[in-house]
């Protein structure tokens, strides 16, 4: 049995964060799997993280309200100037999530606020100010774990939301439908759930909402409100932004919705309708409460059961930063100071030694990340990423040998080195934070057992670490 | 430290990849993709009779159809009245105080309609006659979720969009050759995705991998179907296998697949050139001219959800898609292959005629689309134009053309395959190509 539990804490840990070195597993095997559920939830909500706070978060340049004529050369200039800073801002925002999610010793947290990324999906693209994107990514690790509803009237307030669906810019005359639509779409119920009519109640409702941008703030003006009554999911009144919302997340079929989406990205894809939800939805209950839906997650029977435990593909970002905290390495790919992989997580001098400056090639995990199509606070849509096949074809197999590879190449390896060719299989294995290998895969590396960078590169395009 | 492989070292790439690839929307087929949180209920699909004998052999198609096709998927819902605008209906600039064009502003192309004014290429495509529109494409209830309509228009099935995409169909039906469709991007759209069969993805006209000869073989080891390996652990490496059986064939085209030409290169920053739409039919173009066998390539372009601030983000796209149309249909080479390529655009909607207070529009329903060709019988609409005055119940287009009769056109003129085997119906074929 204490292979079992090693085996169930580990994979609790793959799925609850980005895995976990043989070292630190072995630690926590005696203390059984319960225990560890409970260690991975209490770095929820405000548990602290000095690991993950010192690294540090990039400098923003202040907003400035754009002052030359529009289509002006002045106003060209700016903007031109203005779009090269926010770039900058951006890639060095993407680099210090993912030196958070390597060093961070409350890692579900960096995983929910991924998890919420891809949920309450808003794309730097459009939304072009990195600091919004940085409030948000704040609000989904400090909000993220406690209610569902407070967590969705504070995301509807987000600047980078409101920017994102428009809803800063909704008139009383012809409100915009955008936020109204994928609030209930993607975000609380689920299409089939609501009815156009819906849609443009919620808009009405939404009208007025705007951001003060130069002072990062929401705010409601009411010249620009529509108060009158509005019939929305059955129910009538003068409803405004957060009566819509607050009734949207209370509907039935949105527990359904929510629970099975965190389900499907912490155990394998499900729809509202599978029977797992029905188990899960007591744990939710009247508060929303997405801590107790994922002790619930953790702790129940099909979460770790062997028939379905390889039902999830790594996302590429949990992929790569588990990867590079495993081989030791920072988003620049550069060897994480004082941290050899066997050492633990890297210290705050590693995470503070963080600059803006990508590696001496420009690849580094935003990278990599976005080469295999999961762009750090630049999803493709308001959907977000899909699951399992959405990550696999052709093409994601060839970037996902060449991040490897990148990876690997960059690796302090001396742990798979000092190992006897004949245990360096294993050796891997536990470095990676994986049971072992398969009777295929274990053949199929053999021939490289003298060159630790190539079996490593290798290893980590094999099924058995490509699954979550 | 890594004395014992100085030859991997030193081969591994300095970069990981010549491009970076746009991402879509569509979560994969089937029970492992995510499509069943939207909660649609999974019908029997119409198709099902398709489980009969296979339809002829790509090869056999190729022979009697033009092809290959290049589908040029538009995300978010193209505007299809600023993009073939009725500029000479009242109901239009009604509709349109702010976003409507006026009638100097357009490139008129006759009947009362004109081009957005940032397809001056199409237009000359047109005057040539290698562009045809097709108006009012839609189909019956449409729906206003980018998600649910675009699963529509990728499987054909218009009552929910589940099942296989149609593509996907088409190479259930045509055995395992991994070159028979090929999308550009990393990842796969549904519209690929059969039951058993997906097309292959690629972001070059060249696989090159990294590494020495015995690191390749081993990851060619890796690839292997062992029977310790089920579900999700095979479908990794059957992805791996095809992504070698890929390289092969790309290796062995009768001319090296490279790019070349008159066409941009679009610069490798992960901003810039995320899927930039020139540089993906750049790939399209040198595997054509190549001697691919590909019956069917993808593309796409992506952001035109255009709820705020339209006319300068619907321009930007609408220059690019004419600018990169334009390239590709240059940088084709003058054999037979290349002459009979035709590119065909689509969307998951179009939008609704009258405008919000953003300077946007919201999601809409019936839409023109456009195919492009030397092969075409351009110069020409087919369907009506949708009337702006007998809208439906949520203020938008009636469609006139059912997209499956769009579908079946290509189906049966540029692939070379019966559509009522696809389709699950006869729909009537509408001669543009």
């Known amino acids: 049995m204490p292979d079992q539990i090693r085996s169930d804490i580990a994979l609790l840990y793959r799925r609850a964060g980005f895995g976990l070195h043989a070292d630190e597993l072995d630690q926590r095997t005696g203390a059984g799997y319960e225990a560890a559920v409970e260690e991975v939830l209490a770095g929820l ?77 808003t794309g730097a693209a459009k939304v072009r100010d990195a600091k919004l994107m940085y409030l948000q990514n704040q609000l989904f690790r400090t909000a993220g774990a406690g209610g569902f509803e407070a967590l969705t009237q504070a995301v509807a307030k987000d600047g980078a939301m409101m920017l994102w669906l428009d809803t800063a810019t909704d ?19 689920g299409v089939g759930n609501y009815t156009q009519a819906d849609v443009v109640a919620a808009a009405q409702a939404f009208t007025g909402w705007t951001y003060n941008r130069a002072e990062y703030r929401y705010v409601f003006r009411p010249a620009q409100h529509d108060y009158g009554v509005k019939t ?15 009734i949207a997340v209370n509907e039935s079929v949105s527990a359904h919705f929510v629970v099975a989406k965190l389900w499907s990205h912490f155990a394998y894809p499900v729809s509202p309708a599978d029977p797992i939800v029905d188990d899960l939805v007591g744990a939710y209950g009247p508060s929303l409460s997405v801590a107790a839906t994922l002790r619930a997650i953790f702790l129940h029977p099909a979460f770790r059961s062997p028939t379905r435990r390889g039902g999830l593909i790594k996302q590429p970002i949990e992929y790569l930063a588990g990867a590079a905290r495993a081989l030791g390495l920072d988003a620049r790919l550069e060897p994480q100071d004082g941290a050899a992989g066997a050492a633990g997580p890297a210290g705050p001098a590693a995470a503070a030694a963080s600059a803006t400056t990508a590696g001496p090639d420009g690849v580094t995990l935003p990278v990599l990340a976005t080469v295999l199509g999961q762009a750090p606070f630049n999803p493709p849509n308001v959907g977000g990423w899909g699951q399992n096949a959405y990550w696999l074809d052709t093409a994601t197999a060839q970037l996902r040998l060449e991040a490897a590879a990148a990876l690997a190449r960059r690796a302090d390896l001396t742990q798979v080195e000092v190992a006897p060719a004949s245990d360096r299989l294993a050796a891997v294995a536990q470095l990676l934070g994986i049971d072992g290998w398969g009777p295929t895969t274990t053949a199929a590396l053999s021939p490289e057992l003298g060159h630790p960078v190539k079996l490593v590169a290798l290893a980590l395009t094999a099924p058995e670490y490509v699954l979550a | 430290m890594d004395d014992a492989n100085p030859t991997v070292t030193a081969e591994l790439p300095r970069t990981p990849a010549r491009r970076i690839s746009r991402r879509r929307f569509l979560l994969g087929a089937g029970a492992t993709g995510v499509a069943g ?12 009779a398709l489980a009969g004998p296979a339809s002829p052999s790509h090869s056999d198609a190729a022979a009697s159809a033009a092809g290959p096709l290049v589908l040029i998927t538009l995300y978010g819902g193209n505007d299809g009245l600023n993009t073939v605008v009725p500029y000479g209906d009242s109901a239009y600039h009604a509709a ?46 449409p729906s206003l979720s980018h998600f649910e309509a675009m699963d529509i228009w990728q499987t054909a099935n218009p009552v929910d969009g589940s099942g296989a995409g149609w593509v996907g169909r088409w190479l259930d039906a045509t055995g395992d050759d991994p070159m028979r469709a090929i999308s ?47 579900e999700l652990s095979a479908l990794v490496a059957a992805c791996g296998s095809e992504l070698l059986e890929v390289q092969k064939q790309l290796d062995a085209l009768p001319s ?14 992960s901003e810039t050139a995320a899927g930039a739409l020139s540089g993906q039919l750049q790939t399209v173009a040198a595997l054509i001219n190549a001697g691919a066998p590909t019956k069917l390539y993808q593309v796409s372009l992506a952001s035109f959800d255009t709820h705020a601030d339209e006319k300068t983000n619907q321009e930007r796209l609408l220059a690019e898609l004419d600018q990169s149309v334009t390239a590709f249909l240059a940088a084709l080479g003058t054999g037979s292959h290349a002459r009979n390529a035709v590119v065909m655009t689509y969307s998951e909607f179009g939008r609704r005629p009258l405008e919000n207070a953003s300077g946007g529009t919201d999601h809409g329903a019936a839409a023109p689309l456009f195919v492009v060709g030397r092969t075409v019988h351009g110069g020409k609409f087919y369907g009506e134009e949708p009337s702006l005055t007998a809208l439906d119940a949520n203020g938008n287009l009636r469609y006139n053309t059912d997209f499956r009769s769009v579908y079946a056109t290509v189906l049966e003129r540029v692939i070379g395959v019966d559509p009522v085997s696809i389709l699950g119906g006869k729909y009537p074929t509408l001669g543009f190509v």
Not at chain 1, 83 to 95: F, G, P, S, Y
Not at chain 1, 233 to 246: A, R
Not at chain 2, 190 to 209: C, E, K, N, V, Y
């Open chain 1, 45 to 121: 909500g405000n548990a602290p993280d000095p690991a993950g706070d010192a690294v540090e978060v990039p400098v923003f340049a202040p907003y400035e309200q754009p002052t030359a004529a529009k289509g002006s050369p002045e106003a060209l200039a700016t903007r031109k100037a203005a779009d090269r800073t926010v770039d900058e801002e951006l890639v060095a925002l993407q680099l210090w999530w993912l030196d958070r999610m390597i060093v961070t010793s409350t890692p579900l947290r960096e995983k929910l606020t991924l998890f919420w990324h891809g949920h309450f999906a």
């Open chain 1, 171 to 189: 008139k009383k005359a012809d409100p915009n439908e955008n936020f109204a639509r994928e609030m209930m779409e993607l975000f609380t119920l």
């Open chain 1, 232 to 246: 929305y999911l059955d129910h009538t009144g003068t409803f405004n932004g957060e009566d819509i919302l607050s």
């Open chain 2, 37 to 48: 949180l939207a909660g649609a209920a999974f019908l029997a699909r119409p198709w099902d």
């Open chain 2, 96 to 141: 349109r105080p702010t976003l409507g064009y006026s009638p100097s502003q357009v490139l008129d192309i006759g009947d009362g309609l004109a081009l957005n004014p940032q397809l001056k290429g199409f237009q000359s495509l047109w005057n040539a006659g290698q562009l045809a529109i097709v108006r009012g494409v839609g189909y019956p209830n």
């Open chain 2, 184 to 230: 550009i991007g990393a990842t796969l759209p549904l519209l690929l995705r059969g039951d058993t069969q997906s097309a292959t993805a690629i972001t070059g006209p060249r696989i090159t991998l990294p590494g020495d000869p015995a690191f390749q073989q081993a990851f060619a080891a890796l690839q292997d179907p062992g029977s310790d390996r089920v």
């Open chain 2, 256 to 269: 090296p697949a490279s790019v070349t030409g008159g066409m941009a290169t679009p610069a490798a920053t």
